[in-house]
């Protein structure tokens, strides 16, 4: 009888372990979440890149591939092919306000980025269908189509999208893969924004006046207009800060008695307050603008 037990005990053991082992190996098989996933290099990570200039965002997203030691244009790459402008899914790049790109106009939005590689020029391409491959590529979905020359640039392993030389006004969008740059420039209409952006919050507060008035004065353009704006917003609300502001329009403008006089009043209103955090500069105004002192410009 205790032999018995002994066997059936070691049977049944034995179907355990046989049991675990299977269960092991179809987990094993079947890549179950009990076990991490293999996780290797993509060998076209995905990227992205995104700008804001002036008052426009502009993202691209894209695949990027390596050079490998492979000839890229003309070669992995062929000349005079649609190409997608990066690897897997199709490139995409989007506005959030309407650009302009060698004179054509396009409408803010999203769109896929394809080019035709050319020796001498490539055709850059963008398609109203954001998910535009070689294969489902249709001519009529185009929003633009234009031509720029490609320049030669220090070697580059992957394909690298990024922005150069931008300003409130325009900026470079830039292409680079082995050793051709592709720069692209896009023309913002941001001053008429931000025109548009002042109309409709004129009104609300003084300080709305005050950073049209500060607009004029940082761009140095329509100073008479900038001084309308903070001669409301003082009405509204006498701040040390308008006044700074008017000083320092009044300077632009070589009126330096009227600078001085703003700047006492500015200095003397944000000597009562808790955030005057241009006092400095109103203070070295005050020694720079003092009459008989010399006139040397807004501060």
């Not at 241009?278 to 603008?289: I, N, S």
Request: aromatic residues 10%.
């Amino acid at each position: 009888m205790t032999l018995f037990l002994k066997l059936e005990i070691k049977s049944n053991k034995t179907n355990i372990m046989k049991i675990k082992s299977l269960l092991l190996a179809a987990m094993l098989l079947s890549g179950g979440s009990t076990f991490a996933q293999l996780q290797l290099p993509q060998p076209s990570p995905s990227a992205s890149v995104t700008q804001t200039m002036g008052l426009t965002d502009i993202s691209i997203e894209y695949a990027s591939p390596g050079a490998k030691g492979r000839s890229i244009f003309g070669g992995l790459v062929p000349y005079n092919e649609l190409w997608r402008t990066g690897a897997n899914a199709a490139t995409k790049i989007s506005f959030s306000r309407d650009v302009t790109i060698m004179g054509n106009k396009i409408p803010k939005g999203k769109y896929s980025l394809l080019t035709i590689p050319n020796q001498s020029e490539f055709t850059v391409i963008l398609n109203k269908d954001v998910n535009a491959s070689v294969d489902s590529y249709k001519k009529e979905e185009d929003q633009v189509r234009f031509m720029v020359k490609p320049v030669s640039c220090e070697f580059r392993e992957r394909l690298m999208f990024y922005f150069s030389d931008f300003s409130d006004s325009k900026g470079m969008i830039v292409m680079e893969w082995e050793r051709t740059r592709l720069a692209i420039p896009v023309m913002l209409d941001t001053e008429a924004q931000a025109l548009d952006n002042i109309s409709k919050e004129l009104g609300k507060t003084w300080r709305v006046y005050n950073s049209a008035a500060r607009y004029h004065l940082d761009n140095n353009k329509e100073l008479e207009k900038g001084m309308t704006y903070v001669d409301q917003s003082i009405a509204l609300k006498s701040d040390w800060f308008n006044h700074w502001t008017k000083a320092q329009i009044y300077a632009a403008m070589k009126n330096m008695t009227e600078a001085y006089r703003f700047a006492l009043k500015a200095k003397e209103l944000g000597d009562q307050a808790s955030n005057f955090w241009y006092k400095d500069d109103v203070e070295k105004a005050l020694v720079d603008w003092k009459p008989n002192a010399g006139t040397k410009g807004r501060k």
